[in-house]
Each structure stands twice: as C-alpha cells, then as structure tokens.
C-alpha cells in the first residue's frame, strides 16, 4: 500500500493531484490492462506539480501522448514509468506483467534490462518516491553518500529500516531508514 499521507509530508504537498479520466483511457486504449496500484497511484497523484520537481521524470498518463519515443522499438515490450535525469536508463514494468496486480519493476539501459528494481510496484513507487523526495526538499545535498559497512552496522542498530528498497538504481541496494 501506497503511504500517501507520508509522500505529501516528504514534498510538502497539500493536496495531491490526480490525472484526467480521458489520459487514463488513452493508457488503457494503448496498452490493454494497467495494473491496480498503478491505476490508483495516478488516479490519486498522477499529475501532482510536485513530484515532478525532482531528478528523475516520472512518466505521467498526460505524458504518454507527447513522447514518441517511447513508441520506439526498443519500448515495444515494456511500460515506461520513470526516465533517469539524462534518459539513459528508465523504469519499466514488462508488458507481459501488466496484468498483474502488483508487478515487479525493472531498470533498463536502452534495449537492455540491467536487473529487477523492486520485486512489487508498491516497493518501486514508494523506494522511489522517498528517493526522489530528498530532491525536493528547501535544503537538498548535492552529493550522494556512500557508508561504509561498518556505519552501515551502527545505523542499522540504531534505525528501523522501511519495507522499500530499489535495487539496480545508481547502486546495488538502496534502503531507507
């Protein structure tokens, strides 16, 4: 289950704003059957300014009728959900798992899959919009920090870590406390 309540405390939003019914139906005329928390999550937030004032574009309902090039070949298997800052890799689910409830999401890098991002779309929207969040906030660092294994035990004894993490992102495994 998506936390919206946390996602509009972490982007300071107040109200979430949701995708117009006529892009919605342009998603399911395209692309057939849209999985259940995917449908949710951009009926409830899918066109909300804030979530777009980060790194990484989230590919909205709205967007689907302006790039073309996701139309390319090298798409025609998967949906597209995210495109890193430079378009090098993006967020996907396959199109053969679009039936699917909860699918599981993947990183790829043009024609390639790197790996499996997050093993559920729940996982993969709130790993990323936790990640993404940091990129939103008044005072955002401007670098990436890397622990060693050794802080990594201190943290994990003394954090609770969440139930997300993205994986093939940028890293290995990324986890949030």
Known sequence: MI????IKKLYGIEKLQGCMAEDMDYLKEKYGTIPKQLVEFFEL?????ELNCVQDEWLFPAKYRKY???DRDEYK???????ENQGVFQIVIKRDDM???NPPVYVLDGKKLIGKCADTLTEFLMGMLIYQSVFAMKYCPE??????DEEM???RKTMTIMPYKLQNWY?????FY
């Open 3 to 6: 936390d919206y309540e946390l």
């Open 45 to 49: 937030a899918g066109e909300t300014k």
């Open 68 to 70: 073309i090039w996701m």
């Open 77 to 83: 298997d998967y949906f597209v959900l995210l495109n």
């Open 99 to 101: 039936t699917k409830e």
């Open 143 to 148: 670098d990436f920090f890397w622990y060693t």
């Open 153 to 155: 035990q201190v943290i």
């Open 171 to 175: 890293s290995d495994t990324i986890e």
